[in-house]
């Protein structure tokens, strides 16, 4: 692998991650490649030579018991933890462990946590309106008029997410599941190519985790999600490929259905 994704770059890129060849090179069909990472704390390995790649537009489902390095996994991705070793690549030449985790956003890589983080005194339009992608240095573009194509973006990301008819709202009166959809078109306001989701449904009534299924379903093909998940409903609704994390590396791969029925998954996860 590690061949492959040099091939492709110049080498002549300096050690600072903004200064990196521009552009997401996904020519290989693949938008992220972990390749041998190993991240230990206090002696314990929270990766243990972790490979694994996403293709573009794919959805995939990460599954595995608590500990796993599920969530050391997407730190590592957004810059929040460095790997003692192995690389990460973002496209085959945007090295994601040379980047602060503002650069990585920047990028297109966004992440969203368990709970929601959204503005709560404000209106659902104005929360998504904070989260576009534009300068806003000296906060000259803060709440400041939109354009017609600005505009046009929100209220094509509130029919997305289900609240178009909560625009004026304030965030903090939404139930639990659309503040979960709110914070997921903040993300999509940043124009990312990669989504990572931590277990996005927790909490949810089973309507809104059907609908959940429904956008994210909806957004594969125009982005890639990575879906981090312990619910099997949502992930049977989901389709598509699921890896099973444990001990910090991929102990298995394929549809759910031969996940679920592996002797090894059930041993360390399902049968627990």
């Known amino acids: 692998m590690n061949t492959k994704i040099e091939s492709h770059w110049d080498g002549s890129a300096p050690a600072t991650g903004h200064m990196l060849q521009p552009g997401l090179d996904i020519s290989h069909k693949v938008v992220l490649y972990l390749d041998d990472i190993s991240v230990s704390f206090d002696g314990f390995k929270a990766l243990n030579n972790l490979s ?10 990460i599954i595995g018991p608590n500990g796993a ?24 030449t945007i090295d994601l462990t040379r980047m602060t985790e503002p650069e990585i956003a920047h990028a297109g890589i966004g992440r969203k946590f368990q709970k929601p983080t959204i503005f709560e005194n404000h209106t659902v339009f104005e ?6 992608k534009m300068d806003k240095r000296a906060f000259t573009s803060l709440f400041a008029w939109l354009g017609k194509e600005g505009r046009d973006k929100i209220s094509d990301t509130l029919r997305l997410i289900r609240l178009d008819h909560e625009a004026d709202r304030l965030a903090g009166l939404l139930s639990h599941g659309q503040k979960q959809w709110l914070e997921i078109g903040m993300l999509l306001m940043q124009e990312p ?29 125009k982005h890639s999600l ?28 394929g549809n759910l259905a031969d996940v679920q029925a592996d002797p090894r998954v059930i041993e360390v996860y399902l049968g627990r």
Do not use: W, Y
């Open 193 to 221: 190519r990669l989504l990572l989701l931590d277990e996005p449904v927790a909490g949810m009534t089973d309507d809104e985790t059907e609908r959940t299924g429904e956008l994210f379903k909806s957004l594969a093909g």
């Open 127 to 132: 929360n998504l309106e904070l989260a576009m």
């Open 69 to 92: 390095g599920k969530t050391t996994m997407m730190d590592v991705i957004t810059g929040k933890t460095r790997p003692d070793s192995g690389t990460c690549f973002f496209g085959q």
């Open 52 to 61: 694994l790649t996403i293709d573009a537009g794919e959805l995939r489902c």
């Open 226 to 253: 990575v879906v981090v998940e312990h619910d099997m409903a949502f992930i049977e609704q989901l389709g598509g490929k699921v890896t099973v994390l444990h001990e910090g590396s991929v102990l298995a791969e």
